[in-house]
C-alpha cells in the first residue's frame, strides 16, 4: 500500500466511525508506525479534511454535524473541580470542545477535549492523574476558556446558569 492509498483508507476508516480511533489503531490496521500516521494526518488536515486530534483519538467533523458553538470563561482549581465542571456541561447537553488559555508569554494556547459524556470526563480525569499532567489552567492560576458545543441557545443557557451557581463561572453581567 503506497502513502496515497494508505491516506485514503485513514480518511475511509475515521469517515465511518462514530468514535476516535487511536494513532496506534490506526497504525497497526495500516501495517505502518504511530509516526506514519501522525504524518498522514497532518498532510489530511493540511489538504483540508476536517480531523480533530483529542485525547480520545483522532476524529472526523463529518459536514452538517457542526451545531451551535458558544465560549465560555471559567475559574476553579483542583481535580473535582474540574471533574463538577466537566460534568455540568455534559449533563446539561454541551459538548466540551477544547481548552484555552491565555499565557503571558505564548499568548493563546489550545487543546482539544471533545468531552461529550460523563463516561469522557471520568476518562479525561483518570489521564490527568496517572500521567500526573497539570492542567494548562494550572499556567493561568484557574482561569480558562472553553468552546462548547449545544443544540440551542436554551441549553447554553442552563449551563451558563449552572456553571454560575457553582461559582465556576466569569461574567462580567
Same mark, same amino acid.
Given at each position: 500500500?503506497? =502513502?496515497?492509498?494508505?491516506?485514503? +483508507?485513514?480518511?475511509?476508516?475515521?469517515?465511518?466511525? @462514530?468514535?476516535?480511533?487511536?494513532?496506534? +489503531?490506526?497504525?497497526?490496521?495500516?501495517?505502518?508506525?504511530?509516526?506514519?500516521?501522525?504524518?498522514?494526518?497532518?498532510?489530511?488536515?493540511?489538504?483540508? @479534511?476536517?480531523?480533530?486530534?483529542?485525547?480520545?483519538?483522532?476524529?472526523? $467533523?463529518?459536514?452538517?454535524? +457542526?451545531?451551535?458553538?458558544?465560549?465560555?470563561?471559567?475559574?476553579? =482549581?483542583?481535580?473535582?473541580?474540574?471533574?463538577?465542571?466537566?460534568?455540568? $456541561?455534559?449533563?446539561?447537553?454541551?459538548? &466540551?470542545?477544547?481548552? &484555552?488559555?491565555?499565557?503571558?508569554?505564548?499568548?493563546?494556547?489550545? =487543546?482539544?477535549?471533545?468531552?461529550?459524556?460523563?463516561?469522557?470526563?471520568?476518562?479525561?480525569?483518570?489521564?490527568?492523574? +496517572?500521567?500526573?499532567?497539570?492542567?494548562?489552567? =494550572?499556567?493561568?492560576?484557574?482561569?480558562? $476558556?472553553?468552546?462548547?458545543?449545544?443544540?440551542?441557545?436554551?441549553?447554553?443557557?442552563?449551563?451558563?446558569?449552572s456553571l454560575k451557581e457553582k461559582k465556576y463561572l466569569i461574567t462580567d453581567r
Amino acid at each position: 500500500m503506497d =502513502s496515497n492509498e494508505r491516506k485514503e +483508507e485513514i480518511l475511509n476508516i475515521l469517515r465511518s466511525s @462514530e468514535e476516535s480511533v487511536k494513532g496506534t +489503531e490506526l497504525a497497526e490496521k495500516l501495517g505502518v508506525s504511530r509516526q506514519v500516521i501522525v504524518q498522514d494526518i497532518a498532510i489530511l488536515r493540511a489538504g483540508g @479534511e476536517k480531523i480533530v486530534a483529542t485525547p480520545q483519538g483522532y476524529i472526523m $467533523i463529518k459536514n452538517g454535524e +457542526e451545531k451551535l458553538v458558544k465560549t465560555i470563561v471559567c475559574k476553579h =482549581s483542583g481535580y473535582d473541580e474540574i471533574e463538577d465542571e466537566l460534568n455540568t $456541561i455534559v449533563d446539561m447537553g454541551g459538548k &466540551i470542545i477544547d481548552v &484555552i488559555v491565555e499565557h503571558p508569554l505564548y499568548g493563546e494556547i489550545k =487543546s482539544p477535549l471533545m468531552i461529550s459524556s460523563r463516561l469522557d470526563v471520568v476518562d479525561f480525569k483518570k489521564n490527568l492523574i +496517572e500521567t500526573q499532567a497539570e492542567p494548562l489552567s =494550572s499556567l493561568t492560576d484557574g482561569v480558562h $476558556i472553553h468552546s462548547i458545543e449545544i443544540e440551542d441557545e436554551r441549553a447554553f443557557e442552563k449551563i451558563v446558569n449552572s456553571l454560575k451557581e457553582k461559582k465556576y463561572l466569569i461574567t462580567d453581567r
